[in-house]
């Protein structure tokens, strides 16, 4: 049984470039969630999709957008990139809003 | 504001050297409180869910423990592949998102 895979491992951007992230959740779960994780710090909540829909939202700007597909897979997009936006960008997916979640191995986002 | 405090930022143990590590959070109508395990560049490996004060998990050297204001890592006789962050985070009230806190950094020198 995989778990949550992640793509692409590593990214290299440049300020104002766009970037998309994927994720394909652990078998029969149907929430992702993504958080950022900067350096030395705890993963921040970015936002929680279900059933297609973004069902809550941290702290983030509109920059960060995303998506979830029919089979639950998911997409992080970060437009207008940020020197700031470097971070590990974990997709996490549980079966449900009460349950465990589970973590993907991340995508390391470096900004130039 | 939901918060989560975890105590020490880092500890060195010398293998065989049994310690804790301590989480202490603040949140409205707790619904779950997760430990994970983290190793440098990788995404947090889940541990224990406890959801009401006075439970416990047990996994090989490893135990948590609830209160109704804080949670213990109880590691006994740690080895040096126990080396890891260890991160804390709570999900409470109407909310789905996972609170962190910063992590323990676990150094266990053989």
Redesign the interface.
Known sequence: DAGVTQSPTHLIKTRGQQVTLRCSPKSGHDTVSWYQQALGQGPQFIFQYYEEEERQRGNFPDRFSGHQFPNYSSELNVNALLLGDSALYLCASSPDANNEQFFGPGTRLTVL | EDQ?TQSPEALRLQEGESSSLNCSYTVSGL??L?W?RQDP??????LF?LYSAGEEKEKERLKATLTKKESFLHITAPKPEDSATY?C?V?GGA?????????TLLAVQP
């Open positions: 989560v619904r779950g997760f994970y560049g990788k995404g947090p490996e889940f869910t991160l985070a999900l909310t789905n998102k996972l609170i962190f806190g910063t992590g």
